[in-house]
């Protein structure tokens, strides 16, 4: 019998790609999103589409109830998102208090309804600079607890974590990935920003391997 996961699946180009990396390796497969208040919710639009098109079952949990504990980030207020490169140290301010742990949690308890034996979620080496909930670290441990957490034990899983965005677009142009399905920019505005740390991140992973990003941007270069 094939395994099933659960894919947290926001709608950025790192979980679209570890979704079709599941779907490649044959995986019976959940996507799990969440909106959380994040200003740049166009993200759930590009994740509906997808799994629409490829017939995946997705379920939007609506968890902005509690912004009350995950406020005080750029991404859930009217903070300024900050410009820059994802290791300078101004990009903290996109960090969401606690949201890996309260979403794995939340994706831990629907893997167990969905009789899957993992959460696999998109954290990646580019990631650790900046987010403790994206490091080996916190998913080992996370990994413990949610073994033990239930009469059935659930594996969290980050598979790219010791791959960078460049590493990631790579394997997804190889799988034949259509990029324009995404949604990467911290502003959800009509066009992406092309200088927050998330931009600036994506398209040096496609300046990496040399092609050109399809997502259309406020600043074409």
Known sequence: MNRTVV???SGGMDSF???H???AQGLNVHALSFDYGQRHVRELDCARQVCKALSVPHKVVDIRSLGAVMAGSALTSELAVPEGHYEEDSMKATVVPNRNMILLSLATGYAVTAEADAVWYGAHGGD???YPDCRPEFVEKMDAVCRVANYQPVAIEAPFMGSDK???LSEGLRLG??????WT?????ERACGRCGSCVERLEAF???GVTDPVPYEEEA
């Not at 990935?177 to 995404?182: K, V």
């Open 17 to 19: 790609t570890l979704l």
């Open 128 to 130: 650790h600079a900046i």
């Open 185 to 189: 920019c911290y502003n959800g505005r």
């Open 21 to 23: 990396r599941a779907l």
């Open 177 to 182: 990935l259509d990029y324009s399905q995404t």
């Open 207 to 209: 300046a990496t391997n």
């Open 7 to 9: 894919v947290i699946y």
């Open 166 to 168: 460049g590493n990631i």
